[in-house]
Every structure is written in C-alpha cells, then in structure tokens.
C-alpha cells in the first residue's frame, strides 16, 4: 500500500506569526492534531498538540513560531506505507508531509496508520480462494513396456 492512498489531504496550514490560542482553535475545531506551518510557499515546521503545553498554561502573546517543530520530516506519496510507518518509529514523530514532486500533496499522521491497521491493514490478495476444494489427484497411466 501507498502513502497517497492513506494520507490526509488538504493539509490545514498556519503562519509562524499565528497567535497560539488562535492556532489551537483551529486545531480544536477542525478536529486535527497537527497543522503545517508555511511561510508564503516555504514549509517552515508543523506544530502539533504535543507542541502545545510546551507554550505554558496560558497562551496569551505567544506565536506559532515558538514552539513549532524546525525539523520537518516528509515522504514521498509513492513510498511504501511501511517506510512511512518505520519513518516515524525511529523518529519518534506523529506525522510526516507527503509530497508529490517536490511540493507538498498531504500528511500522514500515526491516527492514519492506526485507521489501516483498523481495517485490516493491507489490500486483499488478489489470487486468495475464498474456500478450499477438495480434488481427487489424476491417476497415472500404467503403460507395458514392450521389449
């Protein structure tokens, strides 16, 4: 399986200069865990739920840029969920950007992976018999030899 048939898409973007009460909103009310921070075409970092108690109890004056993740990890859309998945393990990171020539296409986020492995984690295999029949082996034919 493919990173592009897992990952999120559109990905929710915030600028560094974002108050962080503002962005935690928004992370709130969209229902993400993790926001791609850019700065005009530039991805800058990503901020996530983890980042923000790192902000203190209050929130008040302090921007995204503060406490946001520099260090941005990505994937292209065409790798192997298990690259991304073991990416992310020896990262220990919740999310990667996926791109697609070089721009950004979407994320993959750990809720992603656990939603494969939810639902089975891998596609059907195609030559699997949905039940197993029985055959009687074919006979050999005994011929005489002639001398």
């Known amino acids: 399986m493919r990173i592009r048939e897992i990952m999120t898409e559109p990905v929710e973007t ?3 200069s974002m108050a962080l009460d ?3 909103g928004l992370m709130g009310a969209l229902r993400v865990h993790h926001l791609v921070v850019k700065d005009g075409p530039k991805i800058v970092g990503v901020l996530s739920t983890r980042d ?3 902000a203190g109890a209050a929130h008040d004056g302090g921007v995204v840029r503060d406490v946001m993740s520099s260090h941005i990890a990505t994937v ?3 790798e192997t969920v298990r690259k991304a998945a073991n990416l992310m393990r020896g990262r220990s990171i919740s999310c990667l950007v996926a791109t697609r020539n070089g721009r950004m296409a979407g994320i993959v986020t750990v809720s992603d992976l656990l939603d494969l492995l939810g ?3 891998e596609r059907r ?3 699997a018999r949905a039940s197993l029949h029985y055959r009687v082996p074919h006979q050999k034919q005994h011929r ?3 001398w």
């Open 144 to 146: 005489g030899r002639s």
């Open 52 to 54: 923000l108690p790192r």
């Open 119 to 121: 639902k089975g984690g």
């Open 76 to 78: 292209d859309e065409g």
């Open 125 to 127: 295999v195609a030559n």
């Open 22 to 24: 503002q962005a935690a």
């Open 14 to 16: 915030v600028t560094p």
